[in-house]
């Protein structure tokens, strides 16, 4: 597509309920990132796939986060008994060469607001 | 411990002013440096990037930064500010060392006055 896509753009669950996160990438980026921004703070980074594969997951912040890239382009970032403090805005980014690495610019979706009630 | 600072969290400009924004990193290599622009409901657009070279670097919608190896500062500058400039601007620095992902410090919001 045109630009990376996220849906929804905001989603609302309960305490302990599972939600998943889609990022639709640009076409032909093989690189993708996960970052979650809270209120008032500068994204964070979760996990990088390159490929179908996690190259580095060690942003995710426990085991009720897990991400996949099953065919290479579109990306679920799932997340197990949510948590109140789970809340913010998920960013999903790709770029056609790993950024931080070359340099290569990211390109962010608009992002996906979690409320955990 | 690597880091990624923007000292003022609001900054408050009057429009047709000039515009500086604060980023300083803690890395023990020369990173390669961005400065994001993220207005209300939109996602983060790049507004200029340093990989090497020359230090003074231009991007869009009339936005300058500069490179000081010797502060480990990549400040953003705009001589005149407009109205439609009041956003959220988030430097962010990228590392061989430190991987394939993007530091970001913790933004500076600005406001623009008429």
């Known amino acids: 597509g045109a630009g990376v896509s996220q849906t929804p753009s905001n989603k609302v669950t309960e305490k302990g309920k599972y939600v998943e996160l889609r990022c639709d990438p640009i076409?032909?980026?093989?690189?993708l990132y996960w970052y979650r921004q809270s209120l008032g703070q500068g994204p964070e980074f979760l996990i990088y796939?390159?490929?179908?594969?996690?190259?580095?997951d060690s942003g995710l912040p426990n085991d009720r986060f897990f991400a996949v890239r099953p065919e290479g382009s579109v990306s679920t970032l799932k997340i197990q008994r949510t948590e109140r403090g789970d809340s913010a805005v998920y960013l999903c980014?790709?770029?056609?060469?790993?950024?931080?690495?070359?340099?290569?610019?990211?390109?962010f979706g608009q992002g996906t607001r979690l409320t955990v009630v | 411990a690597q880091s990624v600072t923007q000292p003022d969290i609001h900054i408050t400009v009057s429009e047709g002013a000039s515009l500086e924004l604060r980023c300083n990193y803690s890395?023990?290599?020369?990173?390669?440096l961005f400065w994001y622009v993220q207005s209300p409901g939109q996602g983060l657009q790049l507004l200029l990037k340093?990989?090497?070279?020359?230090?003074l670097v231009q991007g869009i919608k009339g936005f300058e930064a500069e490179f000081k190896r010797s502060q480990s500062s990549f400040n953003l500058r705009k001589p005149s500010v407009h109205w439609s400039d009041a956003a959220e601007y988030v430097c962010?620095?990228?590392?061989?060392?430190?991987?394939?992902?993007?530091?970001f410090g913790g933004g500076t919001r600005v406001l623009v006055k008429p």
């Open positions: 980014a790709s770029s056609s060469q790993p950024a931080g690495v070359t340099g290569t610019e990211a390109f």
């Open positions: 076409s032909g980026h093989t690189a």
């Open positions: 796939f390159q490929g179908t594969g996690a190259a580095d």
């Open positions: 890395y023990g290599a020369t990173p390669y």
């Open positions: 340093y990989f090497s070279g020359d230090t």
């Open positions: 962010a620095v990228g590392l061989k060392a430190a991987g394939n992902k993007l530091t």
